[in-house]
């Protein structure tokens, strides 16, 4: 995304004569700080930001990003966005995301699979799994050899993301509906949480996940991946691009999280304007840049996933692989949004918990509980 961003941003000061100051903040940052950041003084113009309920949704809410469907009727915005991918860019005025008005722009899409190290598999005779029954046999396979086969962060957002796919497994869409549009009340004891949480904490107990996890990041995870030192980790396809370019010493390999319908991801992070940008029409105009073929098809080339992009542009091998595994998810209905987004809190409420439960502070019934109690005491006053 990077790469086709900043193409976006000389083209954009080609043609306006303005000049960008780009800055870069990390992820966690962004998320704690916005809400003051963009209701003030200091407020960047336009800005990419974290999809979901608890998050552009609180602020469109809040009234702190402003609304866009002056700018969708102008640039004709909605009809780029397909299916799913337009849901994370409205939001109701409750900050429920999938109605109301236009509030962010995803330009890219993003999902979370299972990235495997094709060498480790050859080396141990290990076949890659296509099923949940064949990937717990891989993992004991390796456990067997003294190879722990999976690595996340319990720390950050991984291995929420892994419980959530876990729970996804055993639902359906009714299921996400409840836990994400609060449709119905969540059985947080129910087969599909249930299984989630006590199947991470047997994975912890057979040595499949390292309790090292507890204090892992994700930059920690990802890492321990592309040096070579574990045979999977199930992540983002933001990771994708890196992936390619920093692996030099085994064969990647990726593939859908075997036997389940439903997978973690959406349209990626949106573009929003603060309601305290000076000037948001030339943000308006750079958001558009960046939906334009040329930095579509530039962004999948370059191993993310455009979503206005003509996929004849695209002939990286590569790029198509990925493409072709996110229209895997697509064409059955798949994207099933992210486990964080229910609240504003919950990103931090579940990965204090997941660490609570690789260190064994918190079994998977008291995990479940208080999951619960953070979850409901938001959404109970939204259903």
Known sequence: MGIAWNRAIEIFEEETGATVNLEVTAFEDLNASAQQLFDSSDAPDVSEYNKGNGTAGQLAATGVILPL???YE??????????GIDTIAMYDEDGVMGSGSFYGVPNYGEFVFLYYNQDLFDEYGVEVPTDEAGLEAAMQAFADEGVTPL????????MGQLWYQLALSQGD????????????????????????TETLADWVDQGYISSEVSGMTAEDAGLQFINGDVPMFYSGSWWY?????????????ITNWPGTELTPGSGGNIWVVPVESQQPELAEIFIDITMRPEVQALL????????AADTSDIQDADAQALIELFNEV??????SFYP??????FYGDLNSVMQSLVNGDATPEEAQAQLMDYYESYVADLR
């Open 69 to 71: 469907d002056e700018a």
């Open 74 to 83: 102008t640039y004709g915005w909605a009809d780029m966005l397909g299916a």
């Open 330 to 335: 697509n064409d059955r209905d798949g994207l």
């Open 151 to 158: 690595t996340t962060s319990a720390q950050e957002y991984p």
């Open 340 to 345: 964080d987004w229910p609240t504003p809190t």
């Open 241 to 253: 691009g890196r992936m390619l370019s920093d692996i030099t010493g085994f064969e990647l390999g």
């Open 173 to 196: 869409r009714s299921w996400v509906d409840a836990y994400q549009l609060y449709t119905d009340e969540v059985d947080w004891s129910g087969p599909e949480i249930s299984y989630a």
């Open 300 to 307: 999948g080339e370059s191993g993310g996933l455009p979503v």
